[in-house]
């Protein structure tokens, strides 16, 4: 599952990681020797879900030319004014393209790369409603360029109780790299960033 789809950038490229593990898997297990769709085989499916309307359909499109619909859902999420719907809209789509059975309605992986005020207590609703379990990892994008430090308190704090493991990987904002600055050499540190990888070893 992914929280923020935009464009579709990130989803297509998680759906071209899954192709390749998927064809390797393919090649590794050769019994059946070309026999059947690779889709047909396909163990996973990602869904990801966006608020704005124009740029879900945007991504949709985006998505529908790579080739990749067929397992990526991009699901739009509604706003009320107060909250949102992420849980519901979640678990809907969970039912539609995994299956009823609730094991299956379990997140085995979860990226974070939404409203960066929304970290934290989006992801304390997806722990409540049980889709965030033993064995789900969580990666959010932009804790260090977005200083989201309510989010890395709150998964430091769960690891102090053993729920999980988490860790920050530094890297740069996307687009840039080492040695990318704005204006003078004094700006060298302005796209330092890092993902909190995040791994549950109990059920929250």
Not at 101 to 114: C, E, N, R, S, T
């Amino acid at each position: 599952v992914e929280l923020g789809t935009y464009c579709g950038y990130a989803s297509i490229l998680m759906g071209r990681a899954i192709l390749e593990s998927e064809s390797n898997k393919l090649l590794e297990d050769d019994g059946d020797d070309g026999g059947g769709d690779d889709m047909d085989d396909m163990a996973c499916h990602l869904i990801t879900t966006e608020i704005n309307r124009e740029y879900a359909e945007i991504a949709t499109e985006m998505i529908r030319l790579c080739g990749m619909d067929d397992f990526i859902t991009v699901t739009q999420i509604s706003y009320d004014g107060h909250d949102t719907d992420l849980v519901r809209s979640v678990r809907e789509s969970l039912k539609t393209t995994i299956g009823e059975d609730a094991k299956q309605q379990q997140i085995d992986f979860l990226f974070i790369d939404h409203d960066k005020d929304s970290y934290k207590s989006d992801l304390i609703k997806l722990e409540s409603s049980g889709m965030i379990c033993r064995g789900t990892k969580v990666v959010a994008d932009n804790v260090l360029f977005a200083n989201i430090h309510d989010y890395r308190t709150y998964v430091r704090e769960r690891a102090n109780d053993g729920i999980v493991t988490t860790r920050t990987i530094e890297c740069y904002v996307e687009y840039s790299g080492d040695g990318d600055v704005v204006g003078n050499s004094n700006d060298v540190g302005t796209y330092t960033d890092g993902v909190e990888i995040t791994d549950y070893l109990l059920d929250p």
